[in-house]
């Protein structure tokens, strides 16, 4: 039973309901969207929870409730006429890719928007809600369990605030936006995002996650190869990659090279007992199919791990400098470069990297290369770090 301050909150639990609720949505200029979900136990993450918000109307979707289709919120989804507003929406995109076969179009990501507006690196929904809102969120249901019904009545206050906050939160950001003159800038950033190809997994390509001190190339096609049987066994079995094999444990098997079950006793950071088992027998065939690997299609190490001290220097130049540009221009660094890209700039003039493209290039890329031929110095001005030219 509600208390009398807490107000009911819809929940949606048929496709008539939904259909009703989607067809209202879609007369709106824009929504609100955000999902729960659980992913601790399984590889593909269950969707536990959907919330929707329109400028008058906001409800819960239970996809788990008996015999509701989605398809009316999935064509709200594809509907170029809404724009759909997330916040880090990678996660939700990931889960409605897998379940619709598409992605949400036209989308605002306002974790991207406040990172272009100054918000810093991938600044929480909390902080973004306090500044712009002037409200606090209680995260003490975040990672409650969304799966469980009936959800309390906390849970759903929780998970609605998040869409009818996010309301404000994205008309503030547009009028920063517009003020600033850096919308294009965000959709340039909003371009990955919406790529279909960065949520499909391919399992050939999972070893580029897996750190490993790597020293040879037949090293190398081992990782490769046990890294992509880790994937496909974990996406077959629908559980976390790392109940299968934690990261650390293919680095020592790449490293290492078990080709006898006698060899899987020796590891170290393989359970015991895995030797004579049919993961064993797993981990042995993945190795020898690495080993049997066609040399000149195995990568050799990367080029930033062999940096010469000079390009180590003006590496550390180039991440001053970029402290410096973004705190000038008010952005987060992570929008112009990583560790890696400026690794990158540092040793290639003409590196495929952010920095060196579009708007980035203009605020970062080009005093970036000043500074490494001496065009320019980093230098104090009445007490301020400032970038001038030489």
């Known amino acids: 039973m509600l208390n009398k301050t807490e107000a009911p909150i819809h929940t949606i639990t048929t496709t008539e309901d939904l259909a009703a609720f989607c067809l209202r949505w879609a007369s709106e200029t824009y929504i609100t969207v955000d999902t729960e979900f659980l992913r601790e136990t399984t590889y593909y993450p269950k969707l536990c929870l959907i919330q929707v918000a329109g400028a008058k109307e906001a409800a819960l979707i239970d996809p788990l409730a008996e015999g509701l289709d989605l398809a009316p919120f999935f064509a709200l ?16 995109f990931e889960i409605l890719m897998m379940l619709s076969g598409s992605l949400p179009r036209p989308v605002v990501d306002t974790q991207i928007a406040a990172m272009v507006c100054g918000f810093g690196d991938q600044v929480g929904y909390e902080a973004v809600v306090r500044k712009l809102v002037g ?9 409650t369990d969304w799966s469980r019904r009936p959800l ?8 609605i605030s998040d869409v009818t906050h996010l309301r404000t939160v994205y008309e503030k950001l547009q009028e920063l936006l517009a003020k600033s003159g850096r919308a294009d800038w965000m959709q340039n950033e909003l371009a990955s995002l919406c790529d279909p190809a960065t949520y499909k997994v391919d399992p050939e390509q999972t070893w580029k996650r897996v750190k490993a001190r790597i020293q040879n190339k037949k090293q190398q096609a081992v990782l490769m190869s046990v890294a992509a049987w880790r994937e496909r066994e974990a996406q077959t079995r629908n559980v976390p990659r790392g109940r299968i094999l934690k990261d650390e444990a293919i680095a020592e098997i790449a490293i290492q090279i078990p080709q006898t079950p006698a060899d899987i006793n020796e590891l170290r950071l393989v359970s015991k007992g895995t030797a004579n088992s049919a993961m064993g027998g797993a981990i042995i065939k993945a190795v020898q199919h ?17 940096m010469s001290s000079s390009a180590q220097a003006a590496a550390d130049i180039l991440k001053l400098a970029l402290k410096i540009v973004c705190e000038n221009h008010g952005l987060a660094p992570k929008l112009i470069a ?7 700039l540092a040793m290639d003039d003409n590196a495929d990297v952010p920095a060196l493209q579009g708007w980035q290039l203009e605020v970062f890329g080009k005093v970036a290369l000043d500074l490494k031929h001496g065009r320019a110095v980093i230098s104090m001005d009445k007490g301020k770090v400032v970038i001038l030219p030489r």
């Open 338 to 344: 990583s560790s890696s890209d400026i690794d990158a």
């Open 135 to 143: 409200a606090g969120i209680d995260k003490s249901s975040q990672f």
């Open 77 to 92: 989804m594809a509907d170029e006429n809404v724009m759909k507003v997330f916040h880090a929406a990678k996660q939700d």
């Open 290 to 306: 690495g080993l049997a690997r066609d040399p000149n299609t195995v990568p050799g190490k990367a080029k930033f791990e062999e």
């Open 152 to 159: 309390t009545y906390k849970q759903q206050a929780y998970a």
